[in-house]
T-cell receptor
């Protein structure tokens, strides 16, 4: 079966760095997405990786290793507004998105 | 900015009622999707559509149907609502491309009593 694993919840301190991991087992691979979802709101697109390596976008970076079935989202200089759930999704061989359950990130002052 | 709107933020219905959830996008996207989101589970795809009048079943289509008569509008229909369909329903759309990023509406929280 297809599976995406992420930690359920993480806590970090304002101003610090946090890494949210995602491991996947899917039938085929055609890209990995990270979305941010604030409580009660719609998911919003953060990043897309299809090749191995690190993609940097301001305070957020996303890394992919296809051989290990592994990605992480790195958030630097954490701000209170970064408190949200972070969803990892993999596009499989049928070009369908398989979604993880999300990681709830709690930022403390 | 892409805008995806859903007809209601909150809806309360009774078991057995027919329920219509509407989704409209204003960016001329070919692809539209309906998901449900439940605590502890990833988004689960109910139905999707790649073109007008076209629909494909997702992972959990049972108890649902869809309609896409116009490119900008994708409706989800619960033929006879049941309590296990209480959930958050999210609509998304995307432009057909290599990246195919999905843009989501604000969601409809449906409670079936």
């Amino acid at each position: 079966g297809q599976n995406i694993d992420q930690p359920t919840e993480m806590t970090a301190t304002e101003g610090a760095i946090v890494q949210i991991n995602c491991t996947y087992q899917t039938s085929g691979f055609n890209g990995l997405f990270w979305y941010q979802q604030h409580a009660g709101e719609a998911p919003t697109f953060l990043s897309y990786n299809v090749l191995d390596g690190l993609e940097e976008k301001g305070r957020f970076s996303s890394f992919l290793s296809r051989s290990k079935g592994y990605s992480y989202l790195l958030l630097k200089e954490l701000q209170m507004k970064d408190s949200a759930s972070y969803l990892c999704a993999v596009r499989d061989s049928n070009y369908q998105l398989i979604w993880g359950a999300g990681t709830k990130l709690i930022i403390k002052p | 900015d892409v805008k995806v709107t859903q007809s209601s933020r909150y809806l309360v219905k009774r078991t057995g009622e027919k329920v219509f959830l509407e989704c409209v996008q204003d960016m001329d996207h070919e692809n539209m999707f309906w998901y449900r989101q439940d605590p502890g589970l990833g988004l689960r795809l109910i139905y999707f559509s790649y073109d007008v009048k076209m629909k494909e079943k997702g992972d959990i289509p049972e108890g649902y149907s869809v309609s896409r008569e116009k490119k900008e509008r994708f409706s989800l229909i619960l033929e006879s609502a049941s309590t296990n369909q209480t959930s958050m329903y999210l609509c998304a759309s995307s432009f057909r491309s290599d990246v195919d990023t999905q843009y989501f509406g604000p969601g409809t929280r449906l409670t079936v009593l």
